[in-house]
């Protein structure tokens, strides 16, 4: 963990042919690297197991003496961060991958490897944060990385050896050879590059990454720098003294504060998830491979047991195809995440939230959070929080709070089916979600404030009235909301209307405007 304020910029890097290669070169040996030095670990963590000390220490009542010993175990057997890193850096040592003479801009150097120490040692440390999860039952066994899929990324412990950032040349030298980088004459980078006290000077920075996508069929390469303080600002985070309050849902984020309401999908753009293309690519995969590998079905079409394929070129087309278009939806699920983040923070500088189990919602909700990945918005914002400085993330307390239970009219707690979106309070109808952010928005200490709440409901009824979430409680239409999953009139023409990509704020606000729908697919001339 890092002691000071770091941010990561991404440049991406002039790739030719020969630049390439001389990665690629590095990243094939790196894998060899991990997978030998991941043998070694999960030998010496099955030897540990197997000894007689482990056996009699696991038997003892858990306490301080227990986990003493167990750590003096693990430690006398190798398993450690320090000891993984000596590991890996002896493979590095006995693979004798030297730079080639042909590598064009790298001259020759005696006992050169292709990798350095760091980035040794760094992958080290990578497979010690897998054991580390297996060995604490926090993960699952981890694997070894296969050729096609390969490592994603190789960085540095510092920028005095191996990788190293030169800002001056706007390039970074590795086996010293120099590789350049696509720097834009935007003011977001400019700022980004140079030191906050002296702009004629660089900004510090830790260390760098070389990371590697497949993009459009095509392997690019991306160099990130881990610089010092705090990102160039962007956006102007709200004061603390006004609160905000979200309630995340696995396909929908309600947000509610005095300024202004919005309840919208977690990423706008995945309401085109490209579904049916997605199924006209599985079913020709599935073609290809029956094609190819014929006797790896039976008769009633089922696959047989311990199938090895054989893929054709036509079957690898289709799966980059496949993959690109997860890629996009990837790109632009955080893009989206990342607006809805700054446009909340925006609003308050005080930011609450019921602390919900995103992995429940995985588990019932998996195809919703696999769209719209709430628990990565929810992450983001946490996130985004953190590094402003005058900002702050509150989780409630969802045991005590019960704010999809609570009535603040007349204090009582009624339990709702998962279908009922529609709530009554007093003569009001108002939208489940929105509600229960505004009442995360009044919780103080994980508990409600009842006379914050009547001073607070007057001005949020007035916005969630013109946002189409709440309006007057008419018997005949609403008289068992309960009972009913059809949305009221009101709600189903406003949410076929367009409007739910909008804010909607207070009379005289200057964020009026800031629309939350993926700019592809917003018509900006219906935004009032």
Aim: charged share 30%; hydrophobic share 35%.
């Amino acid at each position: 963990r890092m002691s000071t304020q770091v941010f990561v910029l991404e440049l991406p890097i002039k790739d030719s042919d020969d630049v390439v290669r001389f990665l690629n070169r590095k990243f094939d040996f790196a894998l060899s690297l991990y997978n030998a030095t991941l043998h070694t670990a999960l030998g010496r963590l099955e030897r540990m197991r197997n000894s007689r000390e482990w056996r009699e220490a696991i038997l003892l009542p858990k306490g301080k003496e227990r986990s003493r010993k167990l750590a003096e175990i693990r430690f006398s057997f190798g398993l450690t961060e320090f000891s993984l890193g000596k590991i890996a850096n002896g493979h590095r040592n006995g693979a004798k991958r030297f730079v080639r003479k042909t590598d064009p801009g790298a001259k020759r150097v005696k006992n050169e490897c292709i990798l350095g120490v760091e980035v040794a040692e760094a992958i080290g440390s990578r497979v010690w944060r897998s054991v580390e999860r297996y060995l604490f039952g926090k993960g699952g066994r981890p694997r070894f990385k296969s050729r096609g899929r390969g490592l994603h990324s190789l960085e540095n412990k510092s920028n005095h050896a191996n990788i190293i950032w030169h800002p001056k040349e706007k390039a970074f030298a590795w086996n010293r050879r120099r590789i350049p980088v696509e720097i834009s004459s935007s003011e977001y980078l400019r700022e980004a590059l140079s030191d906050p006290a002296d702009p004629s000077k660089p900004r510090k920075f830790k260390y760098c990454r070389v990371c590697r996508r497949r993009i459009r069929g095509r392997r690019r390469y991306f160099l990130q720098l881990i610089l010092e303080g705090h990102p160039p600002v962007r956006y102007i985070p709200g004061p603390k003294e006004k609160w905000v309050g979200i309630d995340p849902g696995p396909a929908k984020i309600a947000c509610v504060s005095e300024d202004g309401v919005f309840l919208i999908p977690s990423s706008p753009a995945s309401l085109n998830d490209h579904s049916i293309e997605k199924r006209r690519l599985a079913q020709l995969m599935h073609r290809s491979l029956k094609a190819t590998n014929p006797d790896n079905f039976e008769a009633s079409g089922a696959i047989k047991k311990g199938a090895v394929w054989n893929c054709s070129n036509r079957f690898k087309k289709l799966v980059n195809q496949r993959n690109e278009i997860f890629r996009i939806e990837t790109a632009a699920r955080k893009t989206d995440h990342r607006r809805i983040a700054n446009i909340i923070i925006q609003m308050g500088g005080t930011i609450k939230c019921e602390k919900n189990s995103y992995q429940s919602f995985q588990e019932n909700f998996g195809k919703s959070v696999r769209k719209h990945g709430t628990g990565d918005l929810i992450q983001c914002l946490r996130r985004k929080a953190e590094s402003a400085d005058n900002a702050d993330f509150i989780e409630l307390n969802a045991y005590r709070c019960r704010l999809s239970q609570f009535n603040h009219v007349d204090g009582s707690y009624i339990k709702k089916t998962l279908k009922q979106r529609w709530t009554r309070i007093s003569n009001t109808v108002v939208q489940r979600d929105a509600y229960s952010a505004f009442l995360a928005m009044c919780v103080i200490e994980n508990r409600h404030d009842p006379r914050l709440l009547r001073e607070k409901w007057p001005s949020v009824e007035t916005l969630l009235r013109r946002a189409g979430l709440a309006r007057d409680y008419n018997p005949a239409k609403d008289f068992d909301l309960s009972r009913s999953a059809i949305e009221p009139v009101f709600a189903a023409a406003f949410r076929q209307s367009g409007m739910h990509a909008r804010i909607i704020c207070a009379f005289g606000d200057s964020r009026s405007e800031n629309v939350l729908g993926h700019p592809r697919r917003t018509n900006r001339k219906q935004i009032k």
